[in-house]
Nanobody, 127 residues
């Protein structure tokens, strides 16, 4: 499974960005996809997860501003980010688990950051 993120960049506070994660390779069984971020000096943080065909989840602290979606035809996972602020500055990573796995296992993996496949990351800077 190969994951390639795109869409990062620099944006002013209050602005929006949409990140894309294109999956390829033996990825169609990878039914658990997620976005994480990591800022310098901080721990990695899960920001969104999709159990494809079942549910989507964004933590309460972000759900008013972040939306995750999945285009199965294009095999792309999107992260729409609105009302960005300086605390959103981080490297954003796409992750996947080669499954299929259950929705419950997907949520556990998200909370533990336990994904087997990771993209190279895309930088988001809000200033």
């Amino acid at each position: 499974v190969q994951l390639v993120e795109s869409g990062g960049g620099s944006v002013q506070p209050g602005g929006s960005l949409t990140l894309s994660c294109k999956a390829s390779g033996d990825s169609y069984s990878a039914n658990c996809r997620a976005w994480f971020r990591q800022a310098p000096g901080k721990e990695r943080e899960g920001v969104a997860v999709v159990a494809i065909g079942e549910w989507k989840y964004v933590p309460d602290s972000l759900k008013d501003r972040f939306t995750v979606s999945q285009d199965n035809g294009k095999n792309i996972t999107y992260l729409q980010m609105n009302k960005l602020n300086s605390e959103d500055t981080a490297m954003y990573y796409c992750a996947a688990i080669k499954g299929p796995i259950t929705g419950g296992r997907c949520l556990v993996a998200f909370r533990e950051g336990d994904f087997g496949y990771w993209g190279q990351g895309t930088q988001v800077t809000v200033s």
